[in-house]
């Protein structure tokens, strides 16, 4: 009896294909993270969300409520799918970076924005002066985050 033996398929590396998958990752966790919210809102006390903050700074006085509202989701979205293709370029080329299915990335990203830069900016409270609920909502959100970004990525990158 002959044995066949497959070689395995091995996947090439490509940068272009990595952002292109971490993109589309990262605009299907960004509405994933949105409905997390919904269901452990953040913030309780009817704060603004950093990004309507941001907004808020920028442009003050000078736009309409529905045209903040637009740029504020405008925000959103971009910095989720931003935030996705960086990661799906890192994942190409460094596969650690996908440990724990996602969730080591969202775990990264809320400690980089909610503990670090969005308190620096005075975009976001001291992680202090969150409540217990208020911050594991905000750490939930980004583990949905980082676990869809990680399945949709790792679906993308097959296809292509």
């Known amino acids: ?20 998958a971490g993109l589309i990752a990262g605009l299907a966790a960004t509405a994933a993270k949105a409905l997390a919210e919904r269901i452990f ?5 009817g704060e603004l969300e ?24 405008g925000l959103r979205w971009g910095l989720g799918a931003s935030a996705g293709a960086a990661y799906g370029a890192v994942a190409e080329f460094y596969p650690e970076a ?10 990264a990203l809320e400690a980089l924005s909610h503990e670090a830069a969005l308190p620096a900016l005075g975009l976001a409270v001291e992680p202090e002066e969150q409540t217990a609920r208020e911050h594991g909502s905000e ?6 985050y980082g676990v869809t970004a990680e ?6 990158r097959r296809w292509l």
């Not at 996908?98 to 775990?107: E, Q």
């Not at 750490?139 to 949905?144: A, D, E, P």
């Not at 399945?151 to 993308?156: C, D, S």
């Open 1 to 20: 009896m002959r044995e066949t033996k497959v070689a395995a398929v091995k996947k090439h590396k490509s940068l272009a294909k990595g952002l292109i």
């Open 41 to 45: 809102p953040p913030h309780t006390h």
């Open 50 to 73: 950093p990004q309507e903050l941001a907004v808020e700074c920028v442009a003050g006085d000078t736009l309409t409520p529905v045209a903040k509202a637009r740029l504020s989701e």
């Open 98 to 107: 996908t440990a724990r299915h996602g969730a080591s990335f969202g775990l």
């Open 139 to 144: 750490i939930t959100s980004y583990v949905v």
């Open 151 to 156: 399945l949709v990525r790792r679906l993308v």
